[in-house]
């Protein structure tokens, strides 16, 4: 479904990610973990388009995406839920998922998407005329998410969902996520809780100062030194 | 002393002249709230839709409420010509260059309106009837310039509130960059934005246009006004500007009744520097 292929990203004169090549299947659920500052951010910028490659191409559903700017990658399917959520803050909730649905063809299926949606995330049906801005840590991310499906994609880009809440919401939030995938979503994480994550996933790459250094099926490096390497990078 | 019934018809007069001075604000505001950029020669875009309707009406002989809709034209072609070609370029530039641009932009006006019309203050003449209502007289064009400002906040109230494109405008004046990854472009945004910004004035200036005569330096009596009407409601806040036109509106006009019509002003920059001091945020700021 996607596939990266040999590609280097930064910002100005630093490059974070080199060479870095990535397969995501349709259906399956992939985490990309690592220390902090491997270039995880980076790698799911450079696939929603918000920063392009200087290198290698960015194939989905055989389309190549590399260096189209994010208002057209979302339309080919991709979302991108970014790191920090980057919610609107002064729009409502229910106007956040406006937002969400603002493609032509996410439009005509607003209500349907809304419906799933709340079902999902019974909390955000609870308020949607509360500011963004407002709601707790936990249902930011749960905005932030509801947000990214709002747009039917076939693809979700998942950066640090964790970070940031408590040890109870972020149990809870692997488990909405969990929910997110039985629905069918193809999901392609980054995270740095690397334990959790692993029980979320069916494969895993491990990032390391900009280079894929390990790629394996979650079970099996669950049980290697994997985690210990992905946590404190050695 | 003055008779309570000329103390109450200053008081309608004020509401009247809030309602257009609002409709100003909230042009100015839309765009510097979303676009971050304060368009200095705004007034100045506004008496150029003034010289439409009076170009529309005494050469080509069109009704008034005609020239007045084709002047709402005229100010959407300006407000995007205003983004595309002074804005669009130095989008990233410092404040201060940008506000220079702009402020050039209002120099450019004044003088080429002088160079192609002469300082002629020139009007369209309408003759409209006073209503008289319980002893107060109240000018008929203000009542219309009134009814239809409130009735074009409403239309930009729900255009922000209820569709995608108005939803996404205040948006992207939040993240820019979320925005984009909704499917959203931004630079599209902005020209909508600059469009409705444009039309706002082009309304201002249909409503100005049958109360007053214009001339090329017709912006510097309003200009000054709409900018402390922002600052005071709060840069960007589409709700302080409101109530804060109305405020400003009503102490020109009260003042001017009970003092004189200058001192009026002077009393509304005079309120307008000390609370700059006591709420420099704007009288609707919330505490940080």
């Known amino acids: 479904m996607l596939a990266l292929a040999a590609v280097t990203a930064g910002y100005g004169a630093f490059t974070a990610l080199w060479d870095v090549s990535l397969r995501v299947e349709a259906g399956e659920a992939v985490a990309v973990v690592g220390p902090n500052g491997a270039g995880k951010t980076t790698l799911l910028r450079a696939i929603s388009g918000l920063i392009a490659p200087r290198a290698g191409s960015v194939v989905f559903e055989g389309a190549e995406l590399a260096g189209h700017p994010p208002y057209d990658i979302v339309a080919h399917g991709i979302a991108h839920v970014p790191e920090g959520r980057r919610l609107f803050p002064q729009l409502t909730v229910a106007e956040n998922l406006k937002m969400g649905a603002y493609l032509p063809s996410a439009r005509a299926r607003f209500r349907e998407s809304l419906e799933r949606v709340y079902a999902l995330f019974p909390a955000l049906a609870e308020r949607p005329r509360q500011r963004a801005g407002s709601l707790s840590g936990g249902e930011q991310q749960m905005l932030a998410v509801g947000r990214a499906l709002m747009s039917r994609p076939k693809l979700i880009l998942l950066d640090e969902p964790s970070m940031g809440l408590a040890p109870v919401m972020v149990l809870r939030l692997f488990d909405l996520i969990r929910r997110v995938r039985e629905e069918g979503y193809t999901i392609l994480a980054v995270e740095q809780n690397v334990r959790q994550v692993l029980k979320l996933v069916d494969r895993a790459y491990l990032l390391e100062v900009g280079r894929i250094k390990m790629e394996g099926r979650a079970a099996d490096l669950a049980e290697q030194d994997f985690i210990r390497k992905a946590s404190v990078g050695f | ?288």
């Open chain 2, 1 to 288: 002393m003055i008779a309570p019934i000329f103390l109450l018809e200053a008081v309608v007069n004020g509401v009247l002249l809030g309602g257009v001075l609002a409709l100003l604000a909230l042009g100015l505001n839309l765009i510097f709230g979303v676009i971050d950029i304060v368009w200095v020669a705004y007034v100045d875009l506004v008496a150029l839709c003034m010289y439409a309707v009076y170009f529309l009406v005494t050469l080509y002989h069109w009704p008034v409420w005609l020239a007045g809709l084709g002047a709402v034209g005229v100010g959407v072609v300006l407000g995007l010509l205003v983004h595309l070609l002074i804005i669009s370029p130095i989008l990233t530039s410092p404040p201060i260059n940008q506000f220079l641009a702009t402020g050039g932009l209002l120099f450019f006006i004044q003088s080429f309106a002088t160079l192609l019309w002469s300082t002629d203050h020139r009007s369209v003449r309408v003759t409209l009837p006073t209503l008289e209502v319980a002893g107060i007289f109240i000018s008929f064009a203000r009542l219309i310039a009134f009814v239809l400002s409130i009735l074009a906040m409403i239309a930009l109230y729900l255009f922000l509130t209820r569709t995608y494109t108005g939803t996404a405008i205040r948006a992207v004046s939040q993240d820019r960059e979320a925005i984009a990854l909704m499917g959203a472009r931004p630079r599209r945004l902005y020209l909508v934005t600059s469009a409705v910004g444009g039309a706002m004035a082009g309304i201002a200036g249909a409503l100005f246009s049958i109360q007053y005569a214009v001339h090329p330096y017709f912006g510097n009596a309003f200009g000054p006004l709409t900018f402390m009407i922002c600052v005071l409601g709060g840069l960007g806040n589409m709700v302080g500007a409101f109530f804060a036109a109305f405020i400003i509106a009503q102490v020109i006009s009260v003042g001017g009744v009970l003092v004189s019509t200058e001192m009026g002003y002077v009393i509304a920059f005079v309120i307008f520097i000390v609370l700059m001091f006591v709420r420099p945020g704007g009288i609707f700021a919330r505490r940080a």
